[in-house]
């Protein structure tokens, strides 16, 4: 699939209609939006093209609304946020049904309200929906965004020509979310390191004590296919010697680190440990491609936070240093963006499973529907 799209610079658009569709599905509490990040990110293209006199119509999701208008997902919040001027605020999209089944009629009725089409909503881009795949059947030209194409630029070349030694670092709670981003990514990287409660499916996977860790008991012949993987291909696979070991997941009783050969019958691994962190950490030094998807442990409990903070520790630096760093997913870009760090990062990707969708390979629909670089 070729990353190489149009985007609003190949656009003529002074005084002409531009539907936009962006991804403004933000938190919202008591009628105010409570994190922008998603709007901040869409106003360099917003304000290039009202520099280049577009009329701009914008129009996204927020929420999964069941059946109609709701107020509780209403962009009204957004609308707020977005200030006043030249620009056109669509009603959620995903009040009309017509939306998720990317009709052709809504498509067609979205396509009369501009004269051509960009799409910056990366994180939708895994969805064939009328907004993001069936208004292009009906509205050219329809090119990415400026914050599309970053996404496009980082994870594609990431992918594709990565500088090596090329390290992806995955946590999560489950493999079974990530099989085949496992899969994809031991084709393409030197070295994995493993975190998260995924890690116990594979160190049980080896016959170590796990306790009331989380294990997926059904893919226990899968890890073992994936360590069998990558030890074929020459990849480094290296999972955790040391967790921090608790009786409660929430914080509520006490934790330590330990080896992972000493934790107790009553235990459950909680986050990796410091010895763990610091190998995580010597596998990074010198690394020239890193991808972060998922976070280390239970970080939104502070107690289990240090592994995943210092994984954002352990990559801040490399930056500098020449290297590629993405972070892709929801949990881990909090996590960066709590520790502070975030400039100190190539990329922060804004879509969660557009990401993962991308780094198993496959095709996103909103993607493919715009406009080539060529074309």
Known sequence: MSFAKRTVQDLDCAGKRVLMRVDFNVPVAGGEVTDDTRIVAALPTIRYLLQKRARLVLCSHLGRPKGGPDPKYSLKPVRARLADGGVLLLENLRFHPEEEKNDPGFAKALARLGECYVNDAFGTAHRAHASTEGV??????????????????????????????FVAVLGGAKISGKIDVLTALLQKVDRLLVGGA???????AQGKPVGRSLVEDDRLDLARELMATAKTRGVDLVLPTDCVASTAPDGTAPSAAKKIEQLGADEMGVDIGPETLAAFAAKLRDAKTVIWNGPMGIFEVPAFAAGTMGIAKALAPLKAQGAVTVVGGGDSVAAVQQSGLAERFSHLSTGGGASLEFLEGKVLPGVAALDGASG
């Open 198 to 204: 995924m890690m116990f499916t594979f160190l049980k």
């Open 136 to 165: 292009t059947h009906y509205l050219k030209p329809a090119v990415a965004g400026f914050l599309m194409k970053t996404e496009l630029d980082y994870l594609g070349t990431a992918l594709d020509q990565p500088k090596r030694p």
